[in-house]
């Protein structure tokens, strides 16, 4: 890897851990961590890990999926985002592992969907 193609990897890298401080500040606050743990910059996409008081969280799923969401959006370099908790959880925060297979619920939400989105994160 050149200079410059380590420089523009260093600061994407800059960038996204200053969206993820800017953007999500409570997963410090409440004792989380979120940290890079690959970047592909040619296929655009970054793996982030959710430690910490993440692991194990209820609301870690609706996180995991704001990240996802937003990012895409305000990294233009960034075209994919997988993230996880590291808890039984699976890539992008499936939580199909945990707890006998059961997933969280929500009032008016049907099971008859397969799709693996997740809720949608009240920030």
């Known amino acids: 890897m050149s200079t410059e193609s380590a420089d523009s990897e260093n600061e994407l890298r800059e960038r996204i851990t200053n969206f993820l401080r800017r953007n999500f500040p409570q997963i410090q606050m409440h004792g989380g961590s979120a940290a890079i743990s690959h970047l592909d ?51 992008d925060g499936d939580l199909g592992g945990m707890g006998g297979g059961m997933s969280p619920s929500f009032p008016g939400e049907t099971s008859d969907d397969d799709s693996n989105e997740g809720p949608q994160a009240p920030f």
């Open 41 to 91: 910059r040619e296929t655009g996409e970054v793996h982030v890990q959710l430690g910490g008081a993440c692991s194990g969280c209820g609301i870690s799923p609706m996180t995991i999926q704001a990240i996802k969401t937003r990012m895409v959006k305000e990294i233009p370099e960034i075209n994919e985002v997988h993230a996880d908790t590291g808890m039984g959880a699976g890539a």
